[in-house]
């Protein structure tokens, strides 16, 4: 099995950043593919971005061309690399790894995007 843990979330201006890192521990020899969903408040959990073993991204169109999702696979982390954050962005966001039977997700890490 394998254990997430993001960090990097927090309160930030519109217009401003933020990098989201999510570390991956325990049986990381068996994922595939990693990404982030986020959960709005009153809202359902969505897919923002997935980046394959190899490096290839795909994104979400309510974050193509702001959100940069990359991995590092020697240190076993994802990352969301966010800019032009605006108040839609506010959310707790997930990272995930799979694993060939299983997605794996991580604990959360809030984002609020609010002058």
């Known amino acids: 099995q394998v254990q997430l843990v993001e960090s990097g979330g927090g309160l930030v201006q519109p217009g401003g950043s933020l990098r989201l890192s999510c570390a991956a521990s325990?049986?990381?020899?068996?994922?595939?593919?990693m990404g982030w969903y986020r959960q709005a408040p009153g809202k359902q959990r969505e897919w923002v971005a997935t980046v394959a073993y190899e490096g290839r991204t795909i994104y979400a169109g309510s974050v193509k061309g702001r959100f940069t999702i990359s991995r590092d696979n020697a240190k076993n982390t994802v990352y969301l690399q966010m800019i032009s954050l605006t108040p839609e962005d506010t959310a707790v966001y997930y990272c995930t790894a799979d694993e060939r039977l299983r997605r794996n997700w991580g604990q959360g890490t809030q984002v609020t995007v609010s002058s």
């Open positions: 325990g049986s990381v020899s068996s994922i595939t593919a």
